[in-house]
Structures are given as C-alpha cells and as structure tokens.
C-alpha cells in the first residue's frame, strides 16, 4: 500500500483497481452519477454540505457489494496549513485510515478516494466497502449474550482498542455506534472494526489520549454493568489490574464511573 501521506489525485484500493476502471468509477462525478441512495439527512456547514449515500457495485466475482460514498462540496476545516482555504474534513478520515491500514488496526475498508477543486469549489470522496454482517457495538443487546459471550465481546472490543493505542493512534470519537463487531463461529471470537475515523489522530503522550477514548467508550456504552467495565479495563491493559498502571486506571475511571460497586 502506498504511503498514506502521499496523495496525488485519486487513490484506489489496489485489489479493486482493474475492477472499478471496468466499471468507469475512476473520479468523482463517475461516483455521483451511480444510483445511490442517501444514508442521512446532509450536514451543512456555512456553503459547505457533506452527504453519505449507500450504492451497490459489482465486485470482482460478479456478485454486487454494498458502498458508502461520503461525499463533501466545501465541507472543510482550517487547519495549520490551511489556514485560509481550509481542508476537506475527509481528507483527514482518509489519512487515519491509511496509517490505520499500515499499521493493522482494523477499521471500514476504503476503496476510493480523490480531491477536486474547481472554479472556487473543494470536493472531496471517500468511498469504503460495507461492512456486511456486522453490528454496531450500541446494537448489541448484551443481556441476551449469554455470559461467555459477553465475556468474549469485552475482551474482543478491549484488545481493539489497545491495539490502536498501542500503534501510536487514538480514536477521538470513540462511541459505540463507531465500533462495528461480528462473530466468527470457527474462531469462536469478535472481529472488530473501528469506522468514523476524521479525528483520529497520533498521539504522544502515554496516558491522557488514550484515556479520553475509554472515558468516552465507558460514558456512552449502554448496558454495560460496573463489573463489565472492570472486566474491560483488565482486558485493555492485558495485565492485572494490581499494577501501578491498573491502579491509575482503575482510580480515574472509578472517580467518573463509580467502578468500586463492581
């Protein structure tokens, strides 16, 4: 896979390339003109609008597969480098999943991805396979798994999670409806997803980034007894929670979520 820092133009999941030049999806308008079918209701941002549509195309073997194109006209951000003009907010989200990719975290798989700017206009598209028998982690009803599931869901999600801290990243949006999970009967395990990645970013410090993420992962997360985030955290560090790490740990998360009732 190509560096995730170079972007010169369009970029096409390699394995897809001969498949989409087939099928003429080689640019933005070749994108828009599918039918398609919008996911939300748009977000506007003062002239800027960002939409995600859902299409299907016809994979490699024949057999048609589910798309999420994201799709931004103006929709952009000030940035450092940008401070004037501004940059597509997806052209960040394509950025986090490439070093994602690179690194072996888990996330949505992107297929497609190009910038245009023209007469005044900034475009932007991500477009990413659908993530076909999957769940989002809000989805789940945790009270009908049975324990050693639920177990297994916990640990599956925790370790997720410690991989992406592990590789340098930290989400920055870390809610339930943003981790995607699917049983493997042969594995007997979760497979795990991470999507909505436009704020993910590096981070440098050994603790306070990552803690925000399991704040707001523990915060949001419905049905999710005390001991479950007990049983989470120790996951997380891989390690008991006796160690000088688990005791920092445990003692900010039981300041904000009264873990000493597990």
């Known amino acids: 896979m190509s560096n995730p820092m170079e972007l010169n133009g369009n970029y096409i999941h390699p394995h897809w ?14 994108w828009l003109a599918l039918d398609k079918t919008l996911v939300d209701e748009p977000n506007q941002r003062g002239r800027g609008i960002s ?11 024949g057999e048609p597969v589910t798309v999420y194109i994201k799709h931004q006209r103006n929709y952009v951000r000030r940035t450092v480098l940008h401070p004037i003009t501004g940059q597509a907010t997806l052209y960040q989200e394509y950025i986090a999943l490439m070093r994602c990719w690179q690194a072996g975290v888990p996330v949505a798989e992107p297929l497609f991805f190009a910038v245009n700017s023209q007469g005044g206009n900034h475009e932007a598209m991500l477009v990413s396979i659908n993530l076909a028998g999957f769940q989002s982690l809000d989805q789940i009803d945790l009270g009908a798994l049975s324990p050693g599931r639920r177990f297994t869901l916990i640990r599956d999600v925790a370790s997720v999670v410690r991989l992406l801290h592990e590789r340098g990243l930290v989400h920055q949006n870390l809610y339930p409806k943003h981790i995607f999970v699917a049983w493997c ?20 410090q050994r603790w306070q980034p990552r803690l925000r993420d399991l704040e707001t992962l523990a915060r949001r997360a419905k049905g999710f007894s005390a ?26 998360m039981e300041r904000k979520f009264k873990l000493r009732s597990a």
């Open 17 to 30: 390339r001969l498949t989409l030049n087939g099928l003429g999806l080689n640019t933005i308008a070749d």
């Open 51 to 61: 939409q995600v549509f859902q299409a299907n195309v016809v994979g490699a073997g």
């Open 185 to 204: 009967e042969k594995q007997q395990r979760y497979d795990v997803r991470f999507i909505d990645m436009e704020r993910c970013r590096p981070h440098y």
């Open 227 to 252: 001991r479950d985030r007990v049983r989470f955290l120790r996951a997380y560090l891989d390690r008991p929670l006796a160690d000088s790490d688990g005791r920092s740990l445990v003692a900010r």
